[in-house]
């Protein structure tokens, strides 16, 4: 048996929804879509409609009718769900259609927010041209949707289709972002041919002193894709760390937030229209699952911190002692943050989330200071196109936080980073890179 260990940014609490079989059959019958023409004929429509809905039409009046109108809204997130899901399909048709076979498809936890996975072990026996191909397939097919939809919007001239459109875009650069196990990790990891990307960090690090002697994980690269990863982990690393401070800092708005938030879907879950209703009580689920999301990931993260210190410091007192005290000064600091009760106001309308006003909010006298503005209208009360303009744009939090899908690759030896793949495939796909990019023994 292999031990598969749990990644800290691996995908949490999966469950398989669709079998091998049903996912071989969805890549079958969508492989078509990787006929070059098509390609090209889906690339031309979406640099069409671009360029008329942003540069010409625009897609305010569709944000306003989604934010203002509770069935439009519904729509959307059900629309939202099924984009999600054909992207992952994409990843299963781009393997088929490279010649490798597709796994099961199911959903999980991705650090704070619910995402769909496609098992495509199999795609590491593929070329490197077919493993793109594969990873590449979610954001195509998210390609497809914006030309469905545009179809659909010149044929009914429905103005709410544009912001599915603009989500789509957000969402296509969301999955490029290599920082985390989304799309663009595993094309960076397949375009440089190092598929466990996370595990060269420490080496890379380590191998950058000067009065260290390089890493073996390191030495045996060629020196393109070194370049290629340590600019990778230099990128990585400040993302993630800024990332996780400005939740640690913030957690205290986000929760005041979210509370705030809770009491007035409660509120019009009970006292408005059937429609109106269902709206808030879609909201309240997508509120609360990227709050549990943050909490077990900090949980994690402080376990799998306090367990390495422990396991590193071991017969070493000095070192033991230096590590707690630096724990103590982070939960020193922490508690300033977490404690006083006026930190957990939640976030008014006239703030920005500016770094300065980050760093003002520390202080809740800073926070209580910050004159309010009127809150926002109900949702139950602006139900005509007559409703008054918002005065921001920003999309509902169940759209923030369901439309993202990640393809699920977990560990499966301790050098292998993989898409749910077994073993015996990695191996394989291991031998296979190892000629495109690890220097030989004459170099």
């Known amino acids: 048996d292999v031990d598969k260990p749990d990644p800290l940014l691996g995908l949490k609490f999966r469950l398989g929804v669709i079998p091998e079989r049903a996912s071989h059959a969805l890549g079958g019958v969508f492989r078509p879509l990787f006929f070059p023409p098509v390609i090209l004929g889906a690339l031309g429509v979406l640099v069409a409609s671009d360029y008329w809905l942003f540069f010409h039409h625009g897609v305010a009046q569709a944000t306003r009718q989604a934010l203002y109108e509770p069935a439009v809204f519904l729509l959307m997130f059900a629309a939202l769900i099924v ?10 048709s781009g393997c088929r259609y490279g010649g490798a076979e597709p796994g099961r ?6 650090l704070a927010w619910p995402a769909f996975f496609t098992d495509v ?6 070329s490197r041209r077919g493993r793109l191909r594969t990873d590449l397939g979610g954001v195509y097919f ?3 949707v914006i030309g469905i939809t545009m179809g659909v919007y010149l044929a009914t001239r429905w103005e709410p289709l544009l912001l599915l459109v603009l989500v789509e875009h957000v969402e296509i650069v969301h999955q490029l972002l290599p920082v985390i196990r989304l799309d663009g990790y595993y094309i960076v990891a397949d375009l440089t041919g190092v598929p466990d990307l996370f595990a060269r960090i420490k ?3 380590v191998s950058a002193l000067p009065w260290k002697k390089a890493d073996d994980r390191v030495r045996v690269l060629k020196p393109w894709v070194r370049v290629a990863v340590t600019a990778w982990v230099l990128v990585v690393i400040p ?3 800024l990332q996780l401070g400005i939740v640690l800092v913030q957690l205290p708005r986000i929760l005041g937030t979210a509370w705030d938030s809770l009491g007035k879907q409660l509120h019009t879950v009970t006292h408005a229209g059937p429609l109106a209703a269902t709206t808030a009580a879609v909201e309240i689920v997508a509120l609360a699952l990227p709050i549990l999301g943050i909490l077990l990931m900090l949980f994690r993260v402080v376990q799998r911190s306090a367990v390495w210190v422990w396991t590193h410091t071991e017969g070493k007192p000095v070192r033991r002692t230096l590590a707690l005290l630096l724990f103590a000064g982070v939960c020193g600091l922490l508690l300033y943050v977490w404690v006083p009760k006026g930190n957990y106001s939640p976030i008014r309308r006239n703030e920005r989330g500016t770094i300065q006003q980050g760093v003002l909010a ?21 139900l005509t196109d007559n409703a008054p303009t918002p005065k921001t744009t920003q999309l509902p939090p169940a759209v923030q936080t369901t439309s993202t899908t990640a393809r699920y690759r977990s560990y499966t030896t301790s050098t292998v980073s993989s ?7 990695v191996s394989r796909y291991t031998t296979q890179t190892t000629y495109s990019s690890y220097s030989s023994p004459s170099q």
């Open 83 to 92: 984009s999600a899901a054909f992207h992952e399909i994409g990843h299963a």
């Open 105 to 110: 498809m199911g959903c999980g936890l991705y």
């Open 121 to 126: 072990t199999d795609a590491y026996r593929l």
């Open 142 to 144: 998210n390609v497809i």
């Open 203 to 205: 080496p890379i690090l």
């Open 239 to 241: 993302a993630l760390t």
């Open 362 to 382: 520390l202080n809740p006298k800073n926070v209580s200071n910050l004159k309010p503005l009127t809150p926002p209208p109900d949702l139950s009360s602006h």
């Open 419 to 425: 898409t749910y793949r077994t073993p015996t495939t």
